[in-house]
């Protein structure tokens, strides 16, 4: 198991930036895949980049080129890194890890409680 806390969401402007953060409860070392989703009112909630223990990283369209995702483990932190933020970022952003359950054999999410990022135009 883990337990995630997020921090850094806020109100910004078009074009600003932000840096969310996600301390986990254990080394990011031992979580399998680590990622941050969101989650816009009226809508379902979608990828934004998620990081396997290896080289791979993956994100949405959307946010290439303007989010990067990070990691300290020596802090068992994780970032996401929002720059050219636009006023459809606006979303509450979730922290998640998927960590291997072997008798359960499949992967098993855990989630943050979210911090809200709002974008003004």
């Known amino acids: 198991q883990v337990q995630l806390v997020e921090s850094g969401g806020g109100l910004v402007q078009a074009g600003g930036s932000l840096r969310l953060s996600c301390v986990a409860s254990?080394?990011?070392?031992?979580?399998?895949?680590m990622g941050w989703y969101r989650q816009a009112p009226g809508n379902q909630r979608e990828l934004v980049v998620v990081k396997g223990s290896g080289a791979t990283t993956n994100y949405a369209d959307s946010v290439k080129g303007r989010f990067t995702i990070s990691r300290d483990n020596a802090k068992n932190t994780m970032y996401l890194q929002m720059t050219s933020l636009k006023p459809e970022d606006t979303a509450v952003y979730y922290c998640n890890a998927k960590i291997w359950d072997g008798p359960a054999r499949r992967l098993i999410d855990y989630w943050g409680q979210g911090t809200q990022v709002t974008v003004s135009s």
């Open positions: 254990r080394s990011p070392l031992s979580i399998n895949v």
